[in-house]
Nanobody, 116 residues
């Protein structure tokens, strides 16, 4: 069974940090590109960041560039999102996505709330 399980979300004050994890199982993790996508209340999904299967190439949305860092550990079948200098507009449900050609797998998401 394919599973992507996110963790690490929570409530944090503006300027704080969180590290999200996404643990994968049931498929060949090292063959998939990984992405983080977030959805704020009342808004559509927003792509946040991506990393290629080998971990050598990363991309970020302009809204998070310089504050967020994506990484992966293929030995642990896990992708991470280090989020620093968090802002209230970073609030939302963060989901990880695995992609390989036409194949996609999604996690259920973890809530991140940035508020004082």
């Amino acid at each position: 069974e394919v599973q992507l399980v996110e963790s690490g979300g929570g409530l944090v004050q503006p300027g704080g940090s969180l590290r999200l994890s996404c643990a994968a199982s049931g498929f060949t993790f090292g063959s998939y590109d990984m992405s983080w996508v977030r959805q704020a209340p009342g808004k559509g999904p927003e792509w946040v960041s991506a990393i290629n299967s080998g971990g050598g190439s990363t991309n970020y949305a302009d809204s998070v560039k310089g504050r967020f860092t994506i990484s992966r550990d293929n030995a642990k079948n896990t992708v991470y999102l280090q989020m620093n200098s968090l802002k209230p507009e970073d609030t939302g449900v963060y989901s990880c996505k695995a992609s390989a050609g036409p194949l996609e797998h999604w996690g259920q998401g973890t809530q991140v709330t940035v508020s004082s």
